[in-house]
């Protein structure tokens, strides 16, 4: 079983220290959700976890070892969801992810329609279809349920309490409360 | 790298106006010195190689601001730079998604254009020749300047003046290889010129892209 640990993290954005010495410790099964009010550092504690942002201070573990000491391999563990959708208007929703994806998210009616006519709601859908479809143990999600109706939070919770059954593990930055079972909760 | 070639190539097919646009400035940037300088064929052909080398060179230029520019508007970067290749992998796959998509339609397209200027047909192949690692790199080139200028203001600007300069080698070596009674020298620098840059313009371009990632 995977164990992802955060000690004393540390980041610079440009010249401003946006986080400082931030720790937490997620085992399989786990979801963390990051708390605090815009600009606290949630999405950069998230970019940082990726690997995007680079750290100042601090050691992120993957099973005891550096996480961050070899970055495509740890890429292969992630699962992302930006605030953007990363969504290609030129391609079609079932170009972008596999039918049982699309389906999980119920777009399955609008497998072949380019992704340029998808409302925004249905966009952030297809963007949380493509980190389902991933398999990877560790989503890093970056305001998941933006844009979504209340029947989409709730398929996409399911997909969340599915991850989490097979061992996967979830850092989410969210506004909304997430109605899942063992939420930690991680105030910035 | 291959999935992620295919899939740029899916995309540029999609958006087959920015290949058709190159395309298009090639052939009428061209078609204006005729113009200019008149129909006389002893003026067109001395000037023809120079010419096609120069206008594929701009050509070229056009679909480079949206190389990246629309992977980094819509949050596909991240995704990118998190698909388990290295960045500078990531900047070879787009490198030869715009040679493949703008490089080999300019080539195809360079011989009837310079057999239009005049250029003598027995130099047509050494056109075609140089133009060969010659658009090579220039797509390398302009994919680190794509990546370099990813993210700052009037980066449609910065790019030429970043890729032009650096292609000025290119350029000499290029177009006086067309027209030499001794061609293999100015053909040896450009593969020298396509060697060094193979490795090293991915490798600045993936250190610009993970920049601006952060």
């Known amino acids: 079983m995977h164990l992802l640990t955060a000690s004393n993290l540390s980041v610079f954005r440009g010249e401003r220290l946006v986080l400082s010495n931030v720790s937490f410790s997620l085992p399989a099964g786990g979801i963390l959700v990051l708390r605090g009010e815009n600009g606290a550092g949630k999405s950069t504690l998230l970019r940082t976890l990726a690997g995007l942002t680079p750290l100042a201070a601090g050691a992120l573990k993957w099973d005891n070892e550096d996480a961050l000491n070899d970055l495509p391999s740890h890429a292969k563990r992630i699962a992302w969801l930006g605030h953007l959708d990363a969504v290609k208007p030129a391609l079609t929703a079932a170009e972008h992810v596999p039918a049982a994806a699309l389906a999980a998210v119920g777009l399955s009616a609008y497998a072949e329609l380019p992704a340029r006519l998808l409302s925004a709601g249905q966009k952030r859908r297809l963007a949380i279809a493509r980190v389902a479809a991933s398999a990877k143990p560790l989503w890093l999600l970056d305001e998941p349920t933006t844009g979504l109706d209340a029947a989409s939070v709730l398929r996409f919770l399911a997909l969340c309490e599915t991850h989490r059954q097979g061992g996967g593990m979830i850092i989410a930055s969210t506004h909304t409360p997430l109605e899942l079972s063992g939420v930690e909760v991680l105030t910035l | ?214």
């Open chain 2, 1 to 214: 790298m291959i999935a992620l070639i295919l899939r740029e190539l899916k995309l540029s097919l999609r958006h087959g106006a920015d290949t058709t646009a190159s395309l298009l400035f090639f052939i009428i940037a061209g078609t204006l010195f005729p113009f200019a300088l008149g129909p006389g064929p002893t003026t067109l052909a001395a000037i023809a190689a120079g010419v096609v080398w120069v206008c594929a060179l701009l050509a070229a230029l056009l679909p480079l601001d949206r190389l990246f520019g629309a992977d980094y508007e819509d949050g596909t970067l991240d995704l990118l730079l998190l698909s388990g290749l290295p960045a500078y992998g990531v900047a070879f796959a787009k490198t030869a998604v715009h040679w493949l998509t703008t490089g080999l339609p300019l080539l195809i397209i360079a011989g009837p254009l310079a057999i239009m200027l005049r250029l003598p047909a027995e130099h047509v192949p050494l056109l075609l020749l140089t133009l060969l690692p010659g658009t090579m790199l220039l797509s390398l080139l302009g994919t680190l300047a794509a990546a370099i200028t990813l993210g700052a203001r009037r980066a449609a600007v910065l790019m030429p003046l970043i890729t032009l300069p650096l292609m000025i080698p290119t350029l000499i070596f290029g177009a006086a290889a067309v027209t030499s009674a001794h061609p293999s020298a100015a053909l040896y620098m450009l593969a020298a010129m396509f060697c060094a840059a193979l490795p090293l313009a991915p490798l600045g371009a993936g250190a610009a892209l993970k920049a601006a990632a952060e």
